[in-house]
T-cell receptor, first 112, second 115 residues
């Protein structure tokens, strides 16, 4: 799976939007972009995924650049509970296995 | 529906011992994967099981092994423990192995400390 690059950490104020960037310049046409997050003392949890079009769900939005070399996870109103490490992961559609290749992720700190 | 459960949650062992960790996937899920998380190396894939067969294996020594039972429950074993095996061991399940977008569901992990 191709590699992703994320900032080590970001800060946000509570109830403000947060944009978490991810660069994946070597993405292939069959790579899906997945986001997981890991809250303190918990296992990772799925947030959202997409291929080419922007995606929305109850947790977040995913904005994918037209050339797919970068993407942004958007939390519309950050809460204290959103403080976590956010991982951007590329997963080949041909990879039927369960293996996720985690990078270092972005540690999001939310200030009250 | 109950989530992924892992037992025990915490474990302390000494060097040279062996340890067995257990994972019960979400009901109906047939694929189980194991990950190791350490401060230095982050989250690393260990192996994946589906229908009692190992399908993928990460870059770990042979001291790390696993198995899956007919009810999809899985165990992983680490023999001849080393200090560097101290880590959070996470189990993840998903319904199957086909499909491109299968969300994985992680358990809370087992915190292993090797003294």
């Amino acid at each position: 799976d191709a590699k992703t690059t994320q900032p080590n950490s970001m800060e946000s104020n509570e109830e403000e939007p947060v944009h978490l960037p991810c660069n994946h310049s070597t993405i292939s046409g069959t790579d899906y972009i997945h986001w997981y997050r890991q809250l303190p003392s918990q296992g990772p949890e799925y947030v959202i995924h997409g291929l080419t079009s922007n995606v929305n769900n109850r947790m977040a939005s995913l904005a994918i650049a037209e050339d797919r070399k970068s993407s942004t996870l958007i939390l519309h109103r950050a809460t204290l509970r959103d403080a976590a490490v956010y991982y951007c992961i590329l997963r080949d559609v041909g990879n039927a296995g369960n293996m996720l290749t985690f990078g270092g992720g972005t540690r999001l700190m939310v200030k009250p | 529906k109950a989530g992924v459960t892992q037992t025990p949650r915490y474990l302390i062992k000494t060097r040279g011992q062996q340890v067995t960790l257990s994972c019960s996937p979400i009901s109906g899920h047939r694929s189980v994967s194991w990950y190791q998380q350490t401060p230095g190396q982050g989250l690393q894939f260990l192996f994946e099981y589906f229908s009692e067969t190992q399908r993928n294996k990460g870059n770990f020594p042979g001291r790390f092994s696993g198995r899956q039972f007919s009810n999809s429950r899985s165990e992983m074993n680490v023999s001849t423990l080393e200090l560097g095996d101290s880590a959070l061991y996470l189990c993840a399940s998903r319904p199957g192995t086909s499909g491109k977008n299968n969300e994985q569901f992680f358990g809370p992990g087992t915190r292993l400390t090797v003294l």
